[in-house]
């Protein structure tokens, strides 16, 4: 009888350790996964403001280029191409949950051709004396650096929550749990290998 007691104590002892080491792994769970969806949000926050200054950058175009076809002889395959470059920048759609290498490359690929074509309208702009005395056009081109300005801190910003988010996905206990629960890292815009080269969108 008391060696009955004993094991019976020994198996509650054993069954409390158990529930014990469940209850931790439970709370640290929930408390990686809180985390990383809490770092995920943020991601996506600053993604979503990415593209919002995108989209800006993108509206202001059409109005640019209508005020320089106004100027007599200005040269219409540059105007056709900040044209095309828009058309393949706006195409470009990625999904704020798939932010992998392909997607972010292919729509960073995208706008830089855009501000490549910008670029070289503007330095093509300063051989006509009539559109330095344009209204709209002086404005247009203090929007434009406004909005290029805005890009790259949406952007710093953007690169610094996934840098956050992905130390978390990659870090231990996170990572056991991020890989339960389907979480992955994510991809931020790369310094472009171009950005000594191209013409730069400023007045």
Not at 63 to 89: D, P, Y
Not at 104 to 131: D, M
Request: hydrophobic residues 40%; aromatic residues 8%.
């Amino acid at each position: 009888m008391g060696r009955t007691k004993i094991l019976k104590k020994k198996h509650m002892k054993n069954l409390l350790i158990v529930l014990g080491i469940i209850i931790v792994i439970v709370l640290v769970g929930s408390c990686s996964y809180n985390g990383i969806v809490k770092k995920d949000v943020v991601v996506k926050a600053k993604w979503s403001n990415v593209q919002s200054d995108y989209q800006r950058r993108s509206d202001l175009i059409p109005n640019l280029v209508a005020t320089v076809k106004g100027a007599a002889n200005f040269e219409k395959s540059t105007l056709v191409e900040v044209t095309e470059a828009r058309a393949k920048a706006t195409s470009i759609q990625v999904d704020a949950s798939k932010l992998d290498a392909e997607q972010i490359q292919k729509f960073q690929a995208a706008q830089g051709g855009l501000t490549q074509a910008l670029g070289r309208l503007l330095v093509a702009s300063e051989n006509y004396p009539e559109l330095k005395s344009n209204a709209n056009f002086m404005g247009l081109q203090s929007q434009l650096e406004g909005t290029e300005n805005r890009i790259n801190v949406s952007r710093r910003d953007f690169n610094d929550a996934v840098q956050d988010y992905n130390g978390s996905v990659r870090s231990f206990p996170a990572v056991i749990f991020a890989k339960i629960f389907g979480f992955s890292e994510k991809t931020g815009f790369a310094a472009d290998a171009d950005a000594q080269k191209a013409p730069k969108v400023a007045f």
